[in-house]
């Protein structure tokens, strides 16, 4: 049994001594670079060599043979197979690049400002449902009341809804109302913006790059865009508080239109008369304040 046991030993020791190396190089067919870490090795055999960053891999085939396969494979490229003859030697092999399927060109247009375009670091986007709350309180709501809490938004408080942009001057900051320019989107001297919150659809606030089509704008852009027509509902919203009140209303216009319609008022003149008329008070508000502020906003789309 010992006997026999060397004697098969031996046998393969001599196949193994007597097999014949192929030197294989595998590169690119299109670059004809070199490929590395690419599967070679005789067909219908498991035992694999990879191609170092040279492209080259070794393999051992039988001595004597006549013709055989060699199988080269790498992720991404076709699966190639080769014929080698006995005494070759070495053996080059291109690989092709799988199928890739192309379609036509592909057209990206500016849409408005939504949640789509908000971009970590350079601009934040709010919609109606994120300035539900912020924007609604104060003496006049204000859509600027939520602007001021995004991040890169400064504001020194007082009398004054003209924020900072990245420390810039409030005048430095660009305003565009539905892709038109507004050059002072403000009331009484800046304390309040005309952007009413029942008529924003979103707010778009770019604190970092924005488009360089606003050239008056350099500290931020703030683009806001106004709530599009329902066509298939009527819907009236409003509200009313101690100094102002508003109503907006949604009328379709047949199946594929619709107008959106209303407006702001405040009524400080009525506290100018119930104090100096009804109840006579000293001193009389209209010889400090003969014209008290007063906000008359109305939007049409």
Known sequence: ?????????????????????????????????????????????????????????????????????????????RPASVPVREGQGSLDVSLSMTDVIEGEGLVVERGVPGKSDEKPGVSVVMDSKDMKTTANFGLVEDVMSSI???????????????????GGYPNEMGTVLDDVYVLYPFHWGGAFSIFNPNMVDTAKMSHGVFSARYGRAMSGLLEVTTVKPDSGLVRVTGGISTTSCDLFAQVPL????????????????????????????????????????????????
């Open 1 to 77: 049994m010992k006997r026999l046991s060397a004697i098969l030993a031996l046998a393969a020791m001599a196949l193994y001594l007597s097999a014949e190396t192929i030197r294989v190089r595998v590169s690119d067919g299109e670059l004809g670079i070199p490929l590395e870490g690419a599967a070679v090795g005789e067909r219908g055999k498991s035992e694999r060599s990879l191609t170092d960053a040279e492209g080259l891999a070794t393999i051992e085939l039988p001595d004597g043979f006549r013709r055989s396969f060699v199988v080269v494979e790498l992720p991404g490229y």
């Open 148 to 166: 001021k809490t995004l991040p890169g938004v400064g504001f020194s408080g007082g009398w004054s809804a003209q924020p900072s942009i990245r």
């Open 254 to 301: 047949g199946d594929k239109a619709g107008a959106f319609l209303g407006g702001k008022v405040t009524y400080l003149e009525s506290m100018q008369f119930l104090n100096d008329v009804v109840l006579d008070a000293e001193p009389k508000l209209s010889e400090t304040i003969p014209t008290m502020p007063f906000i008359r906003d109305f939007y049409a789309k």
